[in-house]
């Protein structure tokens, strides 16, 4: 039988958090690129995300300038993959640019519901740009992991930006390239990245080494500067916090 105490304790506010504990979550935010045509895509991005995917990152804009201007070779009536693609834009911009009609695109970041369901906002919000176009398809997936929830065995084009960063996942990385991308002369996979933390670049870079050890043939295609920095707070040689190499 409850005492009088337990029955006091249980209508008692010891145990409920004070007013204000709890941050209200924060709301989505809104990023606009412009294509090279003049075209501007207005992209949701998540109000907050641990995976970062509440930001448009520099890697994206500058990979998705370069597909752009090489739509024809890597874009037009292509099987096109993006992993950790954050807001999307990437894979948004290959389908305005041609890609394969059927089940063309699949679009993936880590199988969180809130990154899942911003994705397929934006390639919904979108879609009345390229009219009838590709099929894009948004999918929650892990680094490694089988592939059969995705739409293709096999992609002409891999499209990695600003994923590096995760060092521990590198392995997994090249695991899923090596599953995913079409064996052939014109496959490609791009990835594009920014140093952010410069005293971790050789980390960064160990990528490639591990791309090299699995057989994969590396070569750079570009490096451009960025107009200002995306983190002013970080530490670092200004020059090289700006500096996007890309390969």
Known sequence: ???????????????????????????????????????ILRLRLV???????????????????????????????????????????????????????????????YPDADLIENLTYNIKKCEPVWKVGPDISA?????????SSLLSAKFDLLILADILFNHSEHGKLVATLRATLRHGPTSRALVFFTPYRPW???????????????????????????DKVMFAEDRGVSALLQTLPSL
């Open 200 to 226: 971790l670049l050789e980390k960064d870079m160990a990528f490639f080494d591990v791309a090299v050890q699995e057989g994969f043939e590396i070569e750079k295609i570009m490096e451009k500067v960025m």
């Open 1 to 39: 039988m409850a005492s009088d105490d337990d029955e006091d304790l249980a209508h008692s506010t010891i145990f409920q958090e004070p007013e204000g504990y709890f941050k209200p979550e924060k709301a989505s935010t809104y990023a606009e690129y412009t294509m090279l045509s003049g075209q």
């Open 47 to 109: 109000g907050h995300s641990p995976l970062w995917g509440h930001l448009l990152w520099n890697a994206g804009q500058v990979v998705s300038e370069y597909l752009q201007q090489h739509a024809p070779a890597l874009v037009q009536g292509k099987d096109v993959l993006e992993l950790g693609a954050g807001a999307g834009l990437p894979s948004i911009v290959c389908a305005i640019m041609g890609a394969k009609k059927v089940d063309g695109i699949v679009v993936t970041d």
């Open 139 to 147: 999918e929650g997936y892990l680094w490694g992991a089988p592939t």
